[in-house]
């Protein structure tokens, strides 16, 4: 079946430095949506990215969208103990009924 | 208001118990979900309402039963759960701009706790 996986599972980083999780479909996308869960909360929604070869960038993230709309990226410049928490890309299933939620990167950030 | 809100914030059950979760939203979403998640996991959707009406039933155990009152009201009723029916119960919503569910950006209640003993 199709499946939405995300890598690295987790990361630890110091403050300041960069991180970047990776996101890869079976399947192409119509969209993809990023999510934001802090440890003991829920997830917020960060973005939704439809177009090929889609750049957005929010304050210190970067969200990239694949030529094929089968892979996207996160990227985080300067880590900040506010970004600790998983990270999980999103996806609509074959047909669009359904959103798949990929595995989650959890970031651990080290002040 | 961006709100979905959820109650109660935590629960505790025996496996006998009956007990209902609720959710409301004020955003004039007709698209409401029921999600699942489990530690260190992503959620896992349950059943999805759409325009008041169930849309899908991810194969959900007739132990968990969902309604949907209304446009802004979304319940889950549990009966004769299971110790490994603990987990955090979510719920969401969506525009529902289109039938379909997954194409959607969904806005997510900060759940309930849920401890089956």
């Known amino acids: 079946g199709q499946q939405v996986m995300q890598i690295p599972q987790y990361q630890h980083v110091q403050e300041g430095e960069d991180f970047t999780t990776y996101c890869n479909s079976s399947?192409?996308?119509?969209?993809i949506q990023w999510y934001k869960q802090r440890p003991g909360g829920h997830p917020v929604f960060l973005i939704q990215?439809?177009?090929?070869?889609e750049v957005k960038k929010q304050k210190r993230l970067t969200f990239q969208f694949g030529e094929a709309k089968k892979n996207s990226s996160l990227h985080i410049t300067a880590t900040q103990t506010t970004d600790v928490g998983t990270y999980f890309c999103?996806?609509?299933?074959?047909?669009?009924?359904?959103?798949?939620f990929g595995a989650g990167t959890r970031l651990f950030v080290k002040a | 208001d961006t709100e979905v809100t959820q109650t109660p914030k935590h629960l505790v059950m025996g496996m006998t118990n009956k007990k209902s979760l609720k959710c409301e939203q004020h955003?004039?979403?007709?698209?409401m979900y029921w999600y699942k998640q489990k530690a260190k996991k992503p959620p896992e959707l349950m059943f999805v309402?759409?325009?008041?009406?169930?849309?899908i039933n991810e194969s959900v155990p007739s132990r968990f039963s969902p309604e949907c009152p209304n446009s802004s009201l979304l319940n889950l009723h549990l009966h004769a759960l299971q110790p490994e029916d603990s987990a955090l119960y979510l719920c969401?919503?969506?525009?529902?701009?289109?039938?379909?569910?997954?194409?959607?950006?969904?806005?997510f209640g900060p759940g309930t706790r849920l401890l089956v003993l």
């Open positions: 969401a919503s969506s525009q529902a701009r289109t039938s379909l569910a997954g194409e959607e950006t969904q806005y």
């Open positions: 399947t192409t996308l119509s969209n």
């Open positions: 990215l439809v177009k090929s070869g």
């Open positions: 999103a996806g609509p299933n074959t047909g669009g009924f359904k959103t798949i």
């Open positions: 955003m004039g979403h007709r698209a």
């Open positions: 309402y759409s325009y008041e009406k169930l849309s």
